[in-house]
């Protein structure tokens, strides 16, 4: 597979890397964390590899909601950091009082 030779091309994909930046950061923090998390902990390889994941993909699911609450994007490194120290057993303690809460209102 041939690499584009147009400049025009290189500048999208750099100004399409420079939007997503602040997720890709904060995803990178997340699974950095939760890994260290887990290694920590005394979990296995596989703990380790989910967790991450998990963590990872959480945080890209909640990096929208920023700009929802008009937060900055600059806020997503704290948001990817949160979630990999909380790990998702936390996260989905945390969704289900939320929503129990949102549900007896």
Known sequence: MKMPDRPETWAAALAWLQTIAPSLYAFGLSVTIAVLRVVYGGGTKRQMVLEGALCGFATL?????????????????????????????????????????????
């Open 61 to 105: 699911t909640l990096v929208p909601l920023l700009e929802y609450f008009g937060l900055p994007q600059s806020m997503a490194t704290f948001a990817g950091g949160t979630v990999g120290f909380l790990g998702t057993e936390k996260l989905r303690d945390l969704a289900i009082r939320w929503g129990e809460k949102k549900a007896s209102a």
